[in-house]
Nanobody, 120 residues
Framework: EVQLVESGGGLVQAGGSLRLSCAVS???????TGWFRQAPGKEREGVSC???????YYADFAKGRFTISSDNAQNTVYLQMHNLKPEDTATYYC???????????????WGKGTLVTVSA
């Protein structure tokens, strides 16, 4: 069983930065932990994932602006976001899989999400 708790969302102006945190309880070392987002009226989409071996994956819109990292000692996965745009406004969810199934929207474990609002 894996439990995920997100934090760090908030209101930021366009061009600003935020760091999201996902506190992970449970063993995901053989799987993936990632960030996904869902804007009102849209489907959930992948943002970035990190595998147990540290391999990272990014959606095209996240490359160059977002960085995913993990602190194994703190059991926390971070998403550092820079140069935020109004279109980044969404609820950001942390998802995890204990199996090496890749970075996908059908993760078996999810947090409750944290809202990021980017004002123009």
């Amino acid at each position: 069983e894996v439990q995920l708790v997100e934090s760090g969302g908030g209101l930021v102006q366009a061009g600003g930065s935020l760091r999201l945190s996902c506190a992970v309880s449970g063993d995901t070392s053989n799987g993936y932990t990632g960030w996904f987002r869902q804007a009102p009226g849209k489907e959930r989409e992948g943002v970035s994932c990190i595998a147990g071996d540290g391999t990272t994956y990014y959606a095209d819109f996240a490359k160059g602006r977002f960085t995913i990292s993990s602190d194994n000692a703190q059991n926390t996965v971070y998403l550092q976001m820079h140069n935020l745009k109004p279109e980044d406004t969404a609820t950001y969810y942390c998802g995890a899989d204990t199996k090496p199934s890749g970075c996908h929207r059908d993760m078996p474990y999810w947090g409750k999400g944290t809202l990021v609002t980017v004002s123009a």
